[in-house]
């Protein structure tokens, strides 16, 4: 069977992160790619990463799938020469339905950070169920989770916010425009660090205090879920 190369985060901030906004600052004014010309090389770089991973996974993960329609929607923006504005409410927006579909899902047998935190892929989910009902608590976990699942929202309900606010504040110019790439090409720069890091570190206490819950209720670590660890002794 064939497996998948293991994905290398710096190497894909430089394909979808840096490049593009090299492209954007660089290569839109008319003597070289032009606004639309730029655009289109820009959008190429995370379109071309994401179908990638698609045809080396054969099928799409739920984030990288946000990715790819972001990317198309800035696209549209673009190309169609709407109001900069727009910019700023597909920036908030996309995080802001994702965020209202996360707490929707809390209240569901089935809440989203199941998928998105302790995925089969990595962790022995079945291991974990059979471990909670093993000690009766399995209901005291269901209810950590719905709790955990609230805080996810609220983590991309502030990935909104910082969305729309740097939105506006760095990307002003009538899309269509060299002004405008250059905007956008500063916005996907700064972007990283003033967002992403903060919703990385806000996902990463979230996950250790799953953890913690899950080594209170169940008596297993985290590692002990990975896959091809061993069961403990005794």
């Given at each position: 069977m064939?497996r998948?190369?293991?994905?290398?985060?710096?190497?894909?901030?430089?394909?979808?992160i840096?490049?593009?906004?090299v492209v954007l600052?660089q290569?839109?004014?008319a003597?070289?790619?032009g606004?639309?010309g730029?655009?289109?090389l820009?959008?190429?770089?995370p379109?071309?990463?994401?179908?990638?991973g698609w045809?080396?996974?054969?099928?799409f993960?739920t984030?990288?799938a946000?990715g790819?329609?972001?990317?198309?929607?800035?696209?549209?923006?673009?190309?169609?020469q709407?109001?900069?504005?727009?910019?700023a409410v597909?920036?908030a927006?996309i995080?802001?339905?994702?965020g209202?579909?996360v707490a929707?899902?809390?209240?569901?047998?089935?809440?989203?950070i199941?998928a998105?935190l302790?995925?089969?892929?990595?962790?022995?989910v079945?291991?974990?169920?059979?471990?909670l009902?093993a000690?009766g608590t399995?209901q005291?976990?269901?209810?950590?989770?719905?709790?955990?699942t609230?805080?996810?929202?609220?983590?991309?309900?502030v990935?909104?916010t910082?969305n729309?606010?740097?939105?506006?504040?760095?990307?002003?110019?009538?899309?269509?425009?060299?002004a405008?790439?250059?905007?956008?090409?500063?916005f996907?720069?700064?972007?990283?660090p003033?967002?992403?890091v903060?919703?990385l570190?806000?996902?990463?206490a979230?996950l250790?205090?799953i953890?913690?819950?899950?080594q209170q209720?169940?008596?297993?670590?985290?590692?002990d879920?990975?896959?091809?660890a061993q069961p403990?002794?005794g």
């Amino acid at each position: 069977m064939t497996r998948t190369a293991p994905n290398n985060p710096w190497l894909e901030i430089a394909v979808t992160i840096v490049l593009p906004s090299v492209v954007l600052m660089q290569a839109s004014s008319a003597d070289r790619l032009g606004p639309t010309g730029a655009l289109l090389l820009a959008l190429a770089f995370p379109l071309g990463w994401g179908l990638n991973g698609w045809r080396q996974r054969r099928g799409f993960g739920t984030m990288p799938a946000i990715g790819l329609v972001s990317t198309l929607l800035t696209g549209g923006i673009g190309l169609l020469q709407l109001d900069g504005s727009w910019f700023a409410v597909k920036e908030a927006g996309i995080s802001a339905l994702f965020g209202l579909a996360v707490a929707v899902s809390a209240f569901t047998r089935k809440p989203l950070i199941h998928a998105l935190l302790l995925q089969p892929s990595l962790f022995d989910v079945p291991r974990l169920h059979a471990a909670l009902d093993a000690r009766g608590t399995a209901q005291a976990f269901a209810g950590r989770m719905r709790q955990a699942t609230l805080w996810l929202a609220a983590t991309f309900a502030v990935s909104a916010t910082l969305n729309y606010v740097l939105a506006r504040w760095l990307v002003s110019s009538p899309s269509g425009t060299e002004a405008f790439n250059a905007e956008l090409g500063r916005f996907t720069l700064i972007s990283w660090p003033v967002i992403t890091v903060p919703s990385l570190v806000m996902s990463m206490a979230l996950l250790w205090w799953i953890g913690r819950g899950i080594q209170q209720l169940a008596g297993l670590h985290l590692n002990d879920l990975l896959h091809g660890a061993q069961p403990p002794q005794g």
